[in-house]
């Protein structure tokens, strides 16, 4: 398949993910939704990369995998330590920065 | 002949075909699922479906990386959370802000139209429009990518080793749970 049309799916997984951070409130959700993003970003790395012919692309795609799980380890500890303090996982009720 | 690689690239668009709708079908469930366990397994659907592209793509190490680290071991990590903090929600999308956030979703959607109508009008470009077999012999291979992991980004590759351990060590203190301060924790 040409280039395009895996650039074409990754956009449309990026954007999916973004309403999904943007829509939802349960923070779990919204992860995961971040998860999805850096996801297609790997997608559109690695079809630029095969495009080019040049394989440092996939080097770049294992530094965001590795990096997309570091997030998940701290966002996930972060969480838990919200839940366990305030009893919610939902973004509207976690305002204590808000101005 | 002709007719074989006519039938070979029908076969390569029926997969393309197949495992773009998953990933995307999965993306979709995954952000409207009112239930947080199965937007994990509607995730690991798009996660492995995007296993499958990645090998398409001749990325053969990145796609077996993408199974173990993401379908596996991160989406244990949620299912693990969701477990602990499991609280159904009875509305998905809240009604508080809401005007706000349609107009992020609007934008973001206008964004996406633009960037999309671009990259089809622009399709004949050779980077977009390349589909050839690459050039490099062993493509992606475990062997490729791992000798450029250690000869021309060796230091990025043991940056990310420190960075795997931060996250390691702020995940332990940031869930640790301290008995003898009371005070300081909000009830």
Same mark, same amino acid.
């Given at each position: ?23 939802r409130?349960n923070?779990l959700i919204v992860?995961m ?67 | 002949?002709?007719?074989?690689? *006519? ?7 029926? +997969? ?7 990933? !995307? ?11 947080? =366990?199965?937007a ?10 995007? @296993?499958?592209?990645? @090998?398409?793509?001749?990325? *053969? #190490?990145?796609?077996? !990386?993408?199974?173990? $680290?993401? @379908? ?8 693990? =959370? +969701?477990?602990? +903090?499991? &609280? %159904? %929600? ?11 956030? @349609? ?8 964004? /996406?139209? &633009? $960037?999309?109508?671009?990259?089809? *009008?622009?399709?004949?470009?050779? !980077? ?10 062993? /493509? ?9 992991? /250690?000869?021309?980004?060796? #230091? ?23 008995? %003898? ?7």
């Open positions: 398949m040409p280039t395009y049309a895996y650039i074409l799916v990754s956009l449309a997984l990026f954007f999916v993910g973004a309403a999904g951070v943007l829509l409130r923070v992860l939704s971040v998860e999805m993003q850096l996801a297609a970003g790997t997608l559109a790395l690695l079809s630029f990369s095969r495009a080019l012919g040049d394989q440092k692309g996939h080097v770049f795609a294992f530094f965001v995998m590795a990096l997309a799980a570091a997030e998940a380890a701290v966002g996930l500890a972060i969480v838990v330590s919200v839940f366990r303090t305030r009893r919610t996982a939902s973004l509207d009720e976690v305002n204590g920065l808000k101005g | 002949m002709n007719l074989a690689a *006519h039938s070979a690239s029908m076969a390569e668009t029926i +997969v393309f075909a197949i495992l773009s709708a998953g990933v !995307l079908v999965g993306g979709l469930l995954t952000v409207t699922r009112r239930n947080p =366990v199965s994990v397994m509607c995730l690991v659907l798009t996660f492995a479906a995007l @296993a499958g592209l990645f @090998a398409t793509l001749s990325a *053969h #190490f990145l796609a077996v !990386l993408q199974i173990l $680290v993401y @379908a596996g071991a991160v989406m244990v990590l949620f299912i693990f =959370v +969701v477990m602990m +903090v499991n &609280r %159904e %929600e009875s509305t998905p999308i809240a009604r508080q802000g809401l005007v706000t956030r @349609a107009a992020g979703v609007l934008a973001a959607g206008y964004v /996406f139209y &633009r $960037v999309a109508w671009l990259v089809s *009008h622009e399709r004949t470009l050779p !980077l977009l429009a390349a589909s050839a077999t690459p050039p490099v012999k062993d /493509f992606g291979t475990v062997s490729a990518v791992g000798a450029l992991l /250690f000869a021309d980004f060796l #230091f990025p590759f043991e940056a990310i080793s420190l960075l795997l351990l931060l996250a390691v060590v702020g995940g332990v203190m940031l869930t640790r749970h301290v008995r %003898e301060d009371h005070s300081s924790r909000v009830s």
